[in-house]
T-cell receptor, first 112, second 111 residues
């Protein structure tokens, strides 16, 4: 079983739709959680960190469920520009620092 | 704004060649990482470094080595390139347990 798992998609949604992605992680010692966005043939960029109490940034809401070991990303009022691959990233302490484990990504395609 | 710069965007090398991929960051980050990204496999950690002259193996270090002589520079070395090392290589840096900042990647093709 992979340490971080995501549904690869693709999720095809119309503009204006609400879409949600889940990501499960297997290591209960995980301590930090992030969502990254990656456009085609570009590097991943940090979308948002995920905090225990949940957090929101504009149209994006991230939640963490430690008991069930998953994080989620909700996108409201989808825009064409939201089309990208969304990477779930989970971190844990490793030796002197942190080690981040990446999920394979969920592809989102927003259509007009 | 953090800037992580990879020396080459595209690189084509022959089997058996020694290949150097260079990465420089300008934010005095102590942590630097090399990943490769392949379709269906996601990002996989090759090597990382928490300090100058310090290196740790990631999940797939075979066929690679690294060098960190200065804090801002982390080099990935393919001692004898092989076709299965054709991939997108991504360098990243961070401070403490903060999120990673990535360079824009080097797409390496080994023929």
């Amino acid at each position: 079983r992979k340490e971080v798992e995501q549904d690869p998609g693709p999720f095809n949604v119309p503009e204006g739709a609400t879409v949600a992605f889940n990501c499960t992680y297997s290591n209960s010692a995980s301590q930090s959680f992030f969502w990254y966005r990656q456009d085609c043939r570009k590097e991943p960029k940090l979308l948002m960190s995920v905090y225990s109490s949940g957090n929101e940034d504009g149209r994006f809401t991230a939640q963490l469920n430690r008991a069930s070991q998953y994080i989620s990303l909700l996108i409201r009022d989808s825009k064409l520009s939201d089309s990208a691959t969304y990477l779930c990233v989970v971190g844990r302490l490793y030796n002197q620092g942190g080690k981040l484990i990446f999920g394979q990504g969920t592809e989102l395609s927003v259509k007009p | 704004d953090v800037k992580v710069t990879q020396s080459s965007r595209y690189l084509v090398k022959r089997t058996g060649e020694k290949v150097f991929l260079e990465c420089v960051q300008d934010m005095d980050h102590e942590n630097m990482f090399w990943y490769r990204q392949d379709p269906g496999l996601g990002l996989r950690l090759i090597y990382f470094s928490y300090d100058v002259k310090m290196k740790e193996k990631g999940d797939i270090p075979e066929g690679y080595s690294v060098s960190r002589e200065k804090k801002e520079r982390f080099s990935l070395i393919l001692e004898s390139a092989s076709t299965n090392q054709t991939s997108m290589y991504l360098c990243a840096s961070s401070s403490g347990s903060s999120p990673l900042h990535f360079g824009n990647g080097t797409r390496l093709t080994v023929t």
